[in-house]
């Protein structure tokens, strides 16, 4: 029997995108996610942390990071055409697949109720370790526990649904960014690349030392165009996309 391919051009209603930091959803799919919004799609984002491990200015109080790192996010999704971002407040470097996790993350998927849900892969990459942030793989983890069975099954997290009237919901496609060699999806990114640096731009605390943002992009977006068979000149987005019905 042949499976038949999976629909990923046609525009959906509403998407999810579930990562562990501000930033990490515009490295691994910004231009996607403008893609999608210039379709028509509404595009909500669940950030599990605030990101307050991160920046590199020793200067900038600790205790400061992470309202400024909610901020930055909050204007990179502006670029992109996303204005809807919820934080859950998790500790930045200290995420695990906790049963609290997955109903958290099962919460933000039966309000938004989306027909795709963007996920960071939970599988680590032994070609660049960049790639493999411990918290990275948590959240993919957690979040792909949330689509199957968590947010889907009414008898998981009861609270949900006795408590704040939240019906289960089936995400019918998952999307797992940064998936390596298991990538069967490429989305040419060509022309929302200046959208997706510009969100990246946004994230001034992570970015801004950085001298060739632009090139370092292009550069990584190119060798996923070529393994996706795109034509010289392209750069690419790539994922693994899952029938998750």
């Known amino acids: 029997m042949t499976t038949p391919a999976l629909d990923t051009t046609t525009p959906v209603e509403r998407a ?42 020793p200067t900038v109080p600790r205790d400061q990071i992470g309202g400024i790192r909610q901020g930055e996010q909050r204007a990179a999704g502006k670029e992109l055409g996303v204005d809807d971002v919820t934080f859950l407040g998790y500790p930045d470097g200290r995420l695990a697949v906790s049963f609290e996790l997955r109903r958290d993350i099962s919460r933000v998927i039966r309000q938004k109720r989306p027909q795709r849900i963007v996920v960071q892969s939970p599988d680590r990459s032994y070609v660049r370790i960049g790639a493999s942030h411990p ?23 009861t609270e949900l649904l006795q408590d704040e009237g ?9 999307w797992i960014m940064a998936a390596g060699g298991t990538a069967n999806t490429y989305v040419d990114v060509t022309d929302t690349f200046d959208r997706k640096v510009a969100a990246l731009r946004a994230h001034v605390s992570q970015t801004e030392h950085m001298d060739d943002l632009p090139g370092m992009l292009r550069g990584w977006l190119t060798l996923q165009a070529q393994a996706g068979g795109l034509p010289e000149g392209r750069v690419a987005e790539a994922f693994r996309v899952m029938d998750t019905a």
Do not use: K
Request: a negative charge; hydrophobic letters at 45%.
């Open 166 to 174: 939240l019906e289960a919901w089936s995400v019918p496609q998952t």
């Open 135 to 157: 918290d990275h793989l948590a959240a993919g983890e957690a979040a792909l526990c949330a689509v199957y069975p968590d947010a889907r099954n009414p008898f998981t997290h």
């Open 16 to 57: 999810l995108v579930v990562v562990a930091h501000p930033d990490d959803l515009d490295f691994g799919a910004g231009g996607t996610i403008a893609s999608w919004t210039a379709q028509g799609t509404v595009v909500s984002y669940c950030i599990i942390t605030d990101g307050d491990a991160g920046g590199f200015d």
